[in-house]
Each structure stands twice: as structure tokens, then as C-alpha cells.
């Protein structure tokens, strides 16, 4: 079992930044992909970003690629979002989840965080 939990969601305005933080707990967190989703009020939830499990193989939306990077700390069991140049259709939920594979498939991930929310303002 691996437990997550997210934080650094809030309030931005257009334009601005947010980092989101997720940290792992239980079963070593070196052996899992690592991922972000988004799920906004009456939509499904949408990839964002995967990373593997050393950090250095990276994969993005066509939405966010050049705006979010995705980064983890084996050592401080945590990944990363930097979400930058942020708009409106950005608002959200955004998840973190855990596999064992690198997918893009939300059903590919066995474990997820509860979520933290995201809001941009125009």
C-alpha cells in the first residue's frame, strides 16, 4: 500500500504560479511512477504529467507541456508539479497517483492522493 497526500493547491490569479506537492507514504517510493491528474466538476479526470521512477523520463498533456514541470525526490519520497503561466481552464482538483508502470491511463494507477484545489482567476 502506498498513501499519498497532496498540498499547494489555492487561489492564483491568471498568469500566476502554484507548486503542487505530494508525499508518499508505506511501500518504498523509489519503485513507483509517479503522476498528476486533474479532474474538474463534470468532467473526466485528465492526465497531466508522469514521471518514472528515477526521474528521468517525463511525459506531458499537449495542455500543459511548456507551462508545468514535473520533478520527484526519492529521498524526500515526493513529487513535484510547478504549474506556471496558469489560466482560467486550469481550475481544478489535481490528483497525484502511483503505478508501476509508465501509462497515462488513469485505470493504470492503483493508488491516489485525495486531491487539492486548484482555482484561477481571470
Known amino acids: 500500500q502506498v498513501q499519498l497526500v497532496e498540498s499547494g493547491g489555492g487561489f492564483v490569479q491568471a498568469g500566476g504560479s502554484l507548486r503542487l506537492s505530494c508525499v508518499a507514504s508505506g511501500r518504498t517510493f523509489s519503485y513507483y511512477v509517479m503522476a498528476w491528474f486533474r479532474q474538474a466538476p463534470g468532467k473526466e479526470r485528465e492526465f497531466i504529467s508522469t514521471?518514472?521512477?528515477?526521474?528521468?523520463?517525463?511525459y506531458y498533456a499537449d495542455s500543459v507541456k511548456g507551462r508545468f514541470t514535473i520533478s520527484r525526490d526519492n529521498a524526500k519520497n515526493t513529487v513535484y508539479l510547478q504549474m506556471n503561466s496558469l489560466k482560467p481552464e486550469d481550475t481544478s482538483v489535481y490528483y497525484c497517483?502511483?503505478?508501476?508502470?509508465?501509462?497515462?491511463?488513469?485505470?493504470?494507477?492503483?493508488?491516489w492522493g485525495q486531491g487539492t484545489q486548484v482555482t484561477v482567476s481571470s
Open positions: 497517483a502511483a503505478s508501476q508502470v509508465v501509462t497515462m491511463r488513469a485505470p493504470g494507477y492503483a493508488y
Open positions: 514521471i518514472n521512477q528515477s526521474g528521468t523520463r517525463s
